[in-house]
T-cell receptor, first 109, second 114 residues
Framework: GQNIDQPTEMTATEGAIVQINCTYQ??????LFWYQQHAGEAPTFLSY????GLEEKGRFSSFLSRSKGYSYLLLKELQMKDSASYLC??????????FGTGTRLLVSP | EAGVAQSPRYKIIEKRQSVAFWCNPI?????LYWYQQILGQGPKLLIQ????????DSQLPKDRFSAERLKGVDSTLKIQPAKLEDSAVYLC????????????FGQGTRLTVV
């Protein structure tokens, strides 16, 4: 079976830093993706990790530990427009992309 | 570059009726996915195509759902007959046939079954 867990909801203040965790237990692993999804819109790609370590892309960074089945997305200098759902997805092999439950982030002034 | 196109955007039907959704992926993308996203949840994979072949349909309720991808380009997803619990957003996504590239999503079809 496939199990990908994320916190349901998080709140943070504008300008702050927030870390969204994702733990996974899957039948296979060929990379982990983070997507952002604003209400009523399609998910859009944020980052991809296949090797252990940190990938930095502007205000967003993503970390992976394959031995621990763990990833996090770090958002710095939060802005109001970062209020959205953040989806962790694992490529379990043959490009099968399995999504977690999603974390709804609310950024307040 | 044109994105993933889906239609219709919204659909309201009565239970036991049938409905079909259409998806046109990004040109050159061999992999196509259909996901079901219930409000407040993450997307659930229904079916994955590689060109016109099915790679995974393990979570597709085959007694009522069907999908095809003729000629390895456009795809349709059909529900017949619909149930109340099928109310959800149906997302189509496509990607290049390599594991390291992201999937691109269409705007989705919001289905309401009453």
């Amino acid at each position: 079976g496939q199990n990908i867990d994320q916190p349901t909801e998080m709140t943070a203040t504008e300008g702050a830093i927030v870390q969204i965790n994702c733990t996974y237990q899957t039948s296979g692993f060929n990379g982990l993706f983070w997507y952002q999804q604003h209400a009523g819109e399609a998910p859009t790609f944020l980052s991809y990790n296949v090797l252990d370590g940190l990938e930095e892309k502007g205000r967003f960074s993503s970390f992976l530990s394959r031995s621990k089945g763990y990833s996090y997305l770090l958002l710095k200098e939060l802005q109001m427009k970062d209020s959205a759902s953040y989806l962790c997805a694992v490529n379990t092999g043959f490009q099968k992309l399995v999504f977690g439950t999603g974390t709804r982030l609310l950024v307040s002034p | 570059e044109a994105g993933v196109a889906q239609s219709p955007r919204y659909k309201i039907i009565e239970k036991r009726q049938s409905v079909a959704f259409w998806c046109n992926p990004i040109s050159g993308h061999a992999t196509l996915y259909w996901y079901q996203q219930i409000l407040g949840q993450g997307p659930k994979l229904l079916i994955q195509f590689q060109n016109n072949g099915v790679v995974d349909d393990s979570q597709l309720p085959k007694d009522r759902f069907s999908a095809e991808r003729l000629k390895g380009v456009d795809s349709t997803l059909k529900i017949q007959p619909a149930k109340l619990e099928d109310s959800a957003v149906y997302l189509c996504a496509s990607s290049l046939p390599t594991g390291t590239t992201e999937a691109f999503f269409g705007q989705g079809t919001r289905l309401t079954v009453v």
